[in-house]
C-alpha cells in the first residue's frame, strides 16, 4: 500500500490508555441490571444474558494469560477508529499470551456466516494502526438474526478454534451481537459475544455509553468543511447554502457541527417533531430567516440539515410507520418495483395516501422502496437538501409579489456524509477505540459474555478514563421493526431539555441574524492539546464542561 506522508507519520502514534488498562486487571462487579423498557419481555427473551452486572477494570497484580483465539467483525457504516478496536484487541490478546490469535471475518457478519476471514497478524495489524476506514477486512449490513446463520457461524468458530466474537457495529448490530450471545449462551456453546459501540450518528449512547466511536472525527471533519463554506459564503455574499449531514435518525452530527460552526440555521429534527412542524412550516421557518438576513442586505448564509429530518415531519413519520407495516405483508414481498408503489398505495389509509401523494416523486419512491437490510429508510439517498431549497424559493416568490421580501435568492447544495466516515481518526477517537478494543479483550479474558465494551469518563485526560463492560440487554427494548415488536437497544436522540440543545436554542435567533460564523479549521493530530485533544462540544456539555 502507497502511502501519505501524514499516514506513516501517524502509524507511530501510540494510542493513549486509561490507567487501569496499562496492566493487568481484575474485574469489579457492580448491581444486577434491569433494561432500560419492558423488562419482563426482555428478561423472558434472554434468560441467560438477562440481568448482569455493570463490571469495570481496575488494575491488578496478577497478568491472566488465558489462552484465546478471537474472531472480530465490523458491521454497518464506517466509522473513524473501527482499525484502533482491531489494533487495541490484537495488541491485548497477544499480551495475554503471545500464542493467541485474531481472525477477522470479511465484510462484516455475512463473513461469519460464509466461513470468509482472514487471520490478522502483526505485520497487517501494523499497517492499520491509527487509520480510518474499515478496510482492513471491510464492514456489511447483513443481519444476523437467523437460527441457521448462528449454527452456520458456529462451524468456522469452533475449525478455528475461537472463543469469543467481537462485533463492532451501532444499535442494531449490537443488538444482534445481543441475541447471538444468548443464543450461544443458552446452547452451552461456550463461545462469547462481546460489542463495540461505532456509529458516526452518535446515537448509541446512555447513561453507560458516553458516545459511540467516529463520532468526534465525523464531526470535526464535517465542521471544518461547513466552516470553510461560510468562509466562502461570507466572501462572496451571494448563495444560501444548503448543507445536508449525515446522521440516519437523530440529529446529533447537525447540532455538534451547529454547536461549532454557528450557521445562521440548523434544523434539529426531534425539536421538528416535538413541535409537530409539517413540511410548510420547516420551509416557511428558513424563508423568513432568509428574509429578514435580506431586509440587512445579506442575501446569503447557511442552513445544516440533518439527514433524517425527513422522517420526524410528524405526517411522514406516520406515513413511513404504515409502508412499514404494508411492506411487511407477505404479498409485498413478491413484488417488484412498479407492483410495490401500487400496492402500497391501494393499502394507504387516505391521510397517508395524501401525505405520500403530496411529496415529489423521487422522495415517495424512496420511502417506499429503498430499505437497508435493518428496514430503515435510506435517508443518505434522498436529496432533502434539494428539496428544502425548491421549496423555500418557491415562497421567497410568493413573499416577493405580496411585497414582503426584495432580496435575492441562489441556493448551493452540499452533502456531507461518506467523506467523513473514514477520516483518519482525531487524537480522541484513536485513544477512546484503542481502549475499548483493549477492554474488548479482558471483557473476553474474564469469561463475560453479551457485554459492551465501554469507556467512561471521556472528557478527563485519557489516563484517568474508565474501562469495564455493560450487559447488552440493559440497553433494550421492545420497538415495531418490520410490522413485529422486536427487542431492541434503544436509539439515544438529541434531548431537547438537554445541555447540547439548550446551548445551540438560547443562540441561534442571533446566529440566523447575524453573521456568527466560526471556522474550525481542520482536525490536527499534533499541536497544543486544547487544539488536538477536545472532545466534541456535545459531550463537553453533556458532562457539564
Ligand atoms: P451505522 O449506523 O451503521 O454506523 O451507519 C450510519 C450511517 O453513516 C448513517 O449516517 C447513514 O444514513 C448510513 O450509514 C448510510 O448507509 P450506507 O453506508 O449503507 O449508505
Redesign the pocket.
Known amino acids: 500500500m502507497e502511502k501519505s506522508a501524514l499516514q506513516m507519520a501517524r502509524a507511530a502514534y501510540q494510542p493513549k490508555l486509561p490507567k487501569a488498562l496499562q496492566g493487568a486487571v481484575k474485574v469489579k462487579e457492580g448491581a444486577a441490571t434491569q433494561s432500560v423498557g419492558d423488562q419482563e419481555e426482555i428478561k423472558k427473551l434472554f434468560p441467560n444474558t438477562y440481568g448482569m452486572p455493570i463490571v469495570e477494570f481496575e488494575p491488578a497484580t496478577e497478568a491472566n494469560n488465558t489462552k484465546m483465539n478471537v474472531g472480530i467483525i465490523l458491521?454497518?457504516?464506517?466509522?473513524p477508529g473501527g482499525h484502533n478496536v482491531i489494533t487495541g484487541l490484537f495488541d491485548q490478546i497477544k499480551k495475554l499470551n503471545p500464542e493467541n490469535r485474531l481472525f477477522g471475518f470479511i465484510l462484516g457478519p455475512g463473513g461469519l456466516v460464509d466461513h470468509n476471514y482472514m487471520e490478522l497478524t502483526a505485520d497487517i495489524i501494523d499497517e492499520y494502526r491509527n487509520t480510518g476506514g474499515f478496510d482492513m477486512i471491510g464492514s456489511g449490513?447483513t443481519k444476523l438474526e437467523k437460527v441457521d446463520q448462528f449454527e452456520k457461524g458456529l462451524e468456522i468458530i469452533r475449525e478455528l478454534n475461537i472463543k469469543a466474537i467481537v462485533i463492532i457495529?451501532?444499535?442494531?448490530?449490537n443488538t444482534n451481537a445481543c441475541v447471538l450471545a444468548e443464543y450461544y449462551a443458552a446452547k452451552n456453546y461456550g463461545v462469547q459475544v462481546i460489542g463495540c459501540p461505532?456509529?458516526?450518528?452518535g446515537d448509541l449512547k446512555n447513561d453507560q455509553i458516553e458516545t459511540s466511536f467516529?463520532f468526534d472525527t465525523a464531526c470535526k471533519t464535517y465542521s471544518e468543511l461547513i466552516g470553510n463554506i461560510e468562509r466562502d459564503c461570507n466572501s462572496a455574499r451571494k448563495y444560501w447554502h444548503f448543507i445536508k449531514v449525515?446522521?440516519?435518525s437523530a440529529s446529533h452530527i447537525a447540532l455538534e457541527c451547529a454547536l461549532q460552526t454557528q450557521p445562521n440555521i440548523c434544523l434539529v429534527s426531534e425539536e421538528i417533531e416535538q413541535k409537530g412542524m409539517s413540511l410548510d412550516d420547516i420551509v416557511t421557518y428558513i424563508a423568513n430567516a432568509v428574509c429578514q438576513r435580506a431586509a440587512d442586505g445579506n442575501n446569503f448564509g447557511t442552513v445544516i440539515i440533518p439527514?433524517?429530518v425527513i422522517e420526524f415531519i410528524p405526517a411522514i413519520k406516520k406515513l413511513i410507520a404504515q409502508l412499514n407495516d404494508v411492506l411487511a405483508m407477505p404479498e409485498a414481498k413478491e413484488l417488484d418495483r412498479h407492483e410495490s408503489i401500487d400496492f402500497v398505495k391501494a393499502h394507504l389509509t387516505d391521510e397517508n395516501l395524501a401525505v405520500f401523494n403530496s411529496l415529489p416523486t423521487g422522495v415517495a419512491r424512496q420511502l417506499a422502496l429503498d430499505r437497508?437490510p435493518h428496514g430503515n429508510v435510506?435517508?443518505?439517498l434522498i436529496e432533502t437538501e434539494k428539496l428544502l431549497s425548491t421549496m423555500v424559493a418557491q415562497k421567497l416568490e410568493k413573499m416577493k409579489k405580496e411585497g414582503k421580501y426584495s432580496g435575492k435568492f441562489s441556493a448551493q447544495h452540499h452533502f456531507f456524509?461518506?467523506e467523513g466516515?473514514c477520516a483518519a481518526p482525531s487524537n480522541f477517537d484513536a485513544d477512546y477505540c484503542y481502549a475499548l478494543g483493549t477492554s474488548a479483550a479482558q471483557l473476553i479474558a474474564n469469561g463475560k459474555t453479551g457485554y459492551m465494551a465501554i469507556v467512561k469518563n471521556t472528557t478527563a485526560p485519557a489516563e484517568q478514563w474508565i474501562a469495564g463492560g455493560v450487559p447488552i440487554t440493559m440497553m433494550m427494548n421492545m420497538e415495531k421493526r418490520a410490522g413485529e415488536m422486536k427487542p431492541v437497544i434503544r436509539k439515544a436522540l438529541v434531548e431537547l431539555d438537554g445541555a447540547p440543545f439548550k446551548t445551540f436554542a438560547a443562540q441561534r435567533d442571533r446566529w440566523a441574524r447575524e453573521t456568527a460564523y466560526v471556522y474550525p479549521g481542520p482536525i490536527q493530530y499534533w499541536g497544543p492539546t486544547e487544539v488536538c485533544d477536545q472532545p466534541t462540544r456535545t459531550l463537553a456539555l453533556e458532562q457539564g464542561k
Do not use: L
Open positions: 458491521s454497518g457504516g464506517q466509522a449490513r457495529g451501532g444499535d442494531d448490530s461505532k456509529t458516526i450518528d467516529g449525515m446522521g440516519r439527514e433524517g437497508d435510506q435517508v443518505s456524509g461518506y466516515r
